[in-house]
């Protein structure tokens, strides 16, 4: 498991907006409005959010399929260039890997051509079989022989994703970027996907941005997530932190829909988030139920929340974009002095549960992956 820092981030963005036009005079859509974000060498990093949150729209500008309106985007250090030529050597070192994998690959293509397409288009020097053969074993798909000539509807969902996720690696890839992998897929095969994902950055220390708005699967897979919240990201740290003690409301009112969270479920009132017109204070504020609860004015915050702007989160550190938790730790810390050090001991005993890697070995079930997320 690895920590960022900004020496070793592989890829990073830096101010990352992402504007899109509105149709027929509608206003343009912020789908992605202020975003840092590193993914390290070897790293696994979930986005998580809720639906039109924003997710794909980054990780398609991450691989250089959108241009930014705004900020910009690294790789290896070097920013992203725009050049049809530069694109296509970047998409060798930086892969999608699409949700549906019915939709992704060709129905009248074998394996083996699936397989190879991304070779032919990028004309790969070396011997083609012998590339493809080796992306299928990498995949699990073995021996690769015995895919070469099958077709998409001959093979199971879960070897379709296989085939996608081999396309991807025929290229050698540094990175790949997982738009919600295994949402398509049965619960008993989501297990056997996650852990070849995790497979592969043993293996060939590949770093992956998984893109899902599935809490379960980040905490199986994931060494960090970010949360994104209409365009922007508001918590984001390693998972076991965040994912058991979530400071943003928001990431908390996540969790608490999970079948095994405790207490009640948080349901988030107010109008879905809508990218053309980004409310003022924190974006979240009209759903918030730490607003909504009288939580917020008790912590001296609540004018704060409805008028103040957040600050951006760094791209690699922990962090939460929230008044009211920020008021909180800061009152928390000034109150504790000395006794912060056991409470942190105590805190670490809590957290000691670690993730349940049995569940995403080749072979496990993964179906109740979301259920581990709840705390
Ligand atoms: N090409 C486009 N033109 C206009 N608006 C767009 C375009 N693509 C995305 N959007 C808008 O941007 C917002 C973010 O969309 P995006 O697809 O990135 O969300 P998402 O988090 O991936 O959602 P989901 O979980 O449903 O896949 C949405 O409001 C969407 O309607
Ligand atoms: S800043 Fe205020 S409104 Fe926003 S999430 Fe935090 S408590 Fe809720
Ligand atoms: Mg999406």
């Not at 409310?279 to 409805?306: K, N, Q, Y």
Request: glycine fraction near 12%; aromatic fraction near 4%.
């Amino acid at each position: 498991m690895s920590t960022t820092t900004r020496e070793q981030a592989l890829l990073g963005a830096r101010d990352l907006g992402i504007t899109f036009p509105g149709r027929r005079g509608a206003p343009r859509a912020r789908a992605v409005d202020g975003v840092n974000l590193d993914i390290g060498k070897g790293e696994i990093v979930a986005l998580v959010g809720e639906s039109g949150c924003g997710k794909t729209t980054l990780a398609r500008s991450l691989l250089g399929l959108i241009p930014p309106t705004e900020g910009r985007i690294t790789f290896a250090g070097e920013p992203l260039s725009y050049s049809s030529r530069a694109l296509r050597a970047y998409r060798k070192r930086a892969q999608l890997v699409l949700q549906d994998p019915s939709g992704s690959l060709n129905p009248r293509h074998t394996v083996y051509d699936a397989v190879a397409e991304g070779l032919r288009i990028h004309r790969t020097p070396g011997d083609e079989r012998t590339a493809v053969a080796r992306a299928l074993s990498l995949a699990g798909l073995r021996p690769p022989e015995r895919f070469f000539l099958r077709y998409p509807h001959e093979l199971s969902g879960g070897q379709r994703q296989r085939v996608v996720i081999a396309g991807a690696l025929a290229l050698e890839p540094e990175l790949i970027v997982a738009d919600e992998p295994v949402a398509s897929l049965d619960a008993s095969v989501r297990g056997e996907i996650l852990a070849l994902l995790l497979r592969l950055r043993e293996e060939l220390g590949l770093s992956a941005l998984v893109v899902t708005h599935d809490l379960g699967l980040a905490w199986n897979i994931a060494d960090r997530v970010a949360v994104m919240y209409l365009g922007r990201i508001v918590e984001a740290g390693p998972v076991e932190e965040v994912l058991t003690r979530p400071r943003h409301p928001y990431t908390q009112a996540l969790l608490s829909v999970l079948p095994e969270a405790p207490g009640e479920p948080v349901v988030l009132s107010g109008e879905p988030p809508d990218p053309t017109n980004i409310p003022g204070g924190c974006r979240f504020h009209a759903r918030c139920h730490i607003l909504a609860s009288g939580e917020a004015e008790r912590a001296g915050v609540a004018d704060a929340c409805r008028t103040k702007d957040l600050p951006v989160l760094g791209g690699h550190e922990a962090g939460v974009a929230c008044h009211w938790a920020t008021a909180r730790e800061e009152a928390a810390t000034g109150r504790e002095g000395d006794t912060s050090r056991e409470e942190g001991a105590s805190r670490d005993a809590g957290t000691s549960r670690t993730r349940d890697t049995s569940r995403t070995d080749d072979g496990a079930q993964g179906g109740d992956v979301a259920s581990t997320a709840g705390g």
